[in-house]
């Protein structure tokens, strides 16, 4: 038996742990903003000083680079710990409310309260950014909670599981690791909140097991979304951040570019200028194998999944402008650049989640909405424009999750700004404020301080029947 297999809670653990839990949560919900920031701090702290095995644990799971891991994990959960901790005095205060002239006499206040036992469902492909900053944001809005990530990352899951064993009780924190059996048994739990990171079709899942207990959920799932290039695009000022943000982590982004609907008269500098700089980024042509900042694919099934994409793509009349190497053995696929894509391709129809890319030209604007609009809602867009009239166009013609102008990725960090999805890319918020909101109940309190609504009541007469009209002008 795998050391793993041996660290699976049985299903009657999972239910001790959940009551233990429950039975803690109003008192954590009761915790000071001063416990709740220490808490906080004691995470970030830890991270801190524990860089180097992080790195290790990445690296045995999907050869990610010690500068990925630093970039796109540890910098995420250093930056959320410092924001909430500096915000997390003013959120948590009772935020007092206009009062309406016809409820003159009361005031009215927002409390915001946690909402008790949650339950983190987590991804492997960022384990570290996507687990422990929901994980701040629910320790912030006083909850318990139970973190269960991916089984696929495992030794990263177990840096996890000791991590909370170091620096939290049970009652307050858990990590569980475990297979898709483990995921089940928790969400059999009746949790209050669950927070899940992954696909649309799990997610469809995870909320069907929520509606069981009328949980509230967070969804952040993923979807295609497009990289558009328009005619006014100044190709070299945003080539590297078109490139970086397709490959980082191997492809294995939900905010990935899926695809790159790119203006005619643009694409053949387009895919010049990406070939040249992908070769850049990996080393010079050919040595995307051999770079050392190229991480894999994160098990065999995601490898078997991407390859069977572009196999896909080609058969039926794909032709690849750059890469397409694969090694099995490694879980390696070469970043590849593909053209000549049709909508009876896996490889448009399906989340690639992993180092491809279609190129697909368009003429006018009107054709990137329809092309956008036919399919479901994306988790993002990236538009490359220097038109005011086409940026406007595109944002008041789609719906998605945010957009970025003239750059990629990085909106994913503005603390200020909500991240989430809409409908199939999902639903709520991951970032700032409205990820403490997520993690909160805001409970209205309405108090009569002075004079009454009596002439409300029956029976009436003529005086009452009088300020009921005069009631219903000032409405």
């Known amino acids: 038996m795998s050391l793993l297999a041996e660290a699976l809670p049985k299903t009657t653990d999972i239910k001790a742990l959940f009551e233990k839990q429950r039975a803690h949560a109003f008192a954590q919900g009761q915790t000071s903003v001063s416990h709740r920031k220490e808490m906080i701090l004691r995470l970030r702290d830890y991270v801190v000083a524990h860089t180097q095995e992080i790195s290790e644990a990445m690296y045995k799971d999907f050869r990610k680079s010690p500068e990925e891991v630093l970039l796109s994990e540890i910098s995420i959960v250093l930056q959320a710990a410092r924001y909430v901790t500096s915000n997390l005095d003013k959120w948590m205060k009772v935020r007092q409310v206009p009062t309406p002239l016809i409820f003159t006499g009361t005031a009215g206040y927002l409390q915001p309260e946690s909402k008790g036992n949650v339950l983190i469902l987590s991804p492997w492909n960022y384990p570290i950014n996507i687990s422990l900053a929901p994980l701040i944001y629910s320790i912030a809005a006083g909850n318990v909670t139970i973190l269960k990530p991916s089984e696929i990352t495992s030794h990263t899951s177990a840096w996890m599981a000791k991590m909370a064993r170091e620096i939290f009780t049970e009652e307050e924190v858990a990590v569980v690791e475990g297979d898709v059996s483990v995921a089940q048994e928790l969400l059999a739990q ?11 079709q799990v997610g469809k899942a995870v909320m069907h097991a929520a509606a069981e207990h009328l949980a509230s959920v967070t969804l952040e799932l993923g979807g295609k979304s497009p990289l558009i290039i328009d005619e006014s695009a100044q190709i070299p000022a945003i080539i590297n951040q078109a490139v970086w943000s397709k490959f980082i982590n191997c492809g294995q982004t939900c905010i990935a570019s899926d695809y790159a609907l790119v203006h005619r008269s643009k694409v053949d500098a387009f895919v010049s200028a990406y070939t040249e700089a992908m070769d850049n980024m990996s080393g010079g042509p050919g040595a995307a194998h051999q770079s050392p900042t190229l991480a894999r694919l994160a098990s065999d099934r995601q490898f078997v999944r991407v390859k069977r994409l572009l196999d896909d793509a080609l058969a039926k009349g794909a032709r690849i402008l750059q890469g397409g190497k694969t090694v099995a053995e490694e879980r390696f696929i070469e970043p590849t650049l593909l053209t000549d894509v049709s909508d009876d ?35 993002t867009m990236y ?11 595109i ?3 789609t719906r998605s999750g945010p957009v970025m102008v003239n750059d990629t990725m990085l909106h994913f960090g503005h603390m200020e700004l909500p991240f989430g999805g809409i409908n199939n890319s999902g639903q709520g918020s991951s970032t700032g404020y409205a990820a403490f909101r997520e993690f909160s109940h805001e409970r209205g309190v309405m108090v009569r301080k002075w004079a009454t609504m009596s002439f409300l009541y029956p029976p009436y007469n003529d005086l009452k029947r009088a300020l009921l009209n005069a009631f219903k002008r000032i409405l």
């Open 190 to 200: 009746p949790f209050n909140h669950i927070y899940f990171t992954g696909s649309p």
């Open 345 to 379: 391709m896996l490889i448009t129809q399906e989340e690639i989640f992993g180092p491809l890319l279609s190129v697909i030209p368009y003429d006018s604007p009107d054709e990137v909405v329809r092309y956008i609009n036919a399919r479901p809602r994306p988790l």
């Open 383 to 393: 538009f490359m424009s220097t038109n005011k009239l086409n940026i406007d166009f």
């Open 395 to 397: 944002l008041s013609n």
